[in-house]
């Protein structure tokens, strides 16, 4: 069955330390997403790519990379992790056609100490 | 841009009723869709509303107005299992906007016996 992982799914580091979380789905979807979730804040979109090659912005980035070198795999990097970073981060990917269905990743648990 | 509004918790016994509003401003969007969170899971997509009126799956329904700026997910006969937090979400009708999703903040309903 297809499915989207994420990897570690708990993550402890410390403060200035480059942190990267791995995301791979086997939908075989253009569409990935990077969300954090934090209490009072829901769901907030940090990138996403529509294909690869492709990257944006979403409305969280600040502090975040991403990059998309093949379908099944967009790694998100903390480039100098901070306390503030401290979240559960999800993965999430979605067919090209326009949909609102989004299959969402288990979670990564990370905190910056 | 598009902001989504609900209330922060709902509390309900076995076997009751729940609405769960959902309030948006935005300038166009594809639909109205409803993701279910269970405590320490992943969002996993429930239901989507594309035209107004009244969508039911099961004991869950979801209703849209556009014309009111408003949509509910209506949870019925409600079970244990219901316990968790619900999520709307809207996709912004711009070209930009892409495959991304807007989430609301996200209600967490307790079931209790």
């Known amino acids: 069955d297809a499915e989207i992982t994420q990897s570690p799914r708990h993550k402890i580091t410390e403060t200035g330390r480059q942190v990267t979380l791995a995301c791979h789905q086997t939908?075989?979807?253009?569409?990935m997403f990077w969300y954090r979730q934090d209490l009072g804040h829901g769901l907030r979109l940090i990138h996403y790519s529509y294909g690869v090659q492709d990257t944006n912005k979403g409305e969280v980035s600040d502090g975040y990379s991403v990059s998309r070198s093949n379908t099944e795999d967009l790694p998100l990097t903390l480039e100098s992790a901070a306390s503030s970073q401290t979240s559960v981060y999800f993965c999430?990917?979605?067919?090209?056609?326009?949909?609102?269905?989004?299959?969402f990743g288990p979670g990564t648990r990370l905190t910056v100490l | 841009g598009q902001s989504l509004e609900q209330p922060s918790e709902v509390t309900a016994v076995e076997g009751a009723i729940v609405q769960i509003n959902c309030t948006y401003q935005t300038s166009g969007f594809y639909g109205l869709s409803w993701y279910q969170q269970h405590d320490g899971g992943a969002p996993t997509f429930l239901s989507y509303?594309?035209?107004?009126g009244l969508e039911e799956t099961g004991r869950f329904s979801s209703f849209l107005s556009r014309s009111d700026s408003y949509g509910y997910l209506l949870l019925q006969e409600l079970q244990m299992k219901d316990s968790a937090s619900y999520f709307c979400a809207v996709r912004a009708m711009i070209k930009a906007a892409g495959n991304k999703l807007t989430f609301g903040g996200g209600t967490r309903v307790l079931v209790k016996p």
């Open positions: 939908w075989n979807h253009n569409n």
């Open positions: 509303n594309a035209l107004d």
């Open positions: 999430a990917s979605s067919e090209s056609l326009g949909t609102d269905t989004q299959y």
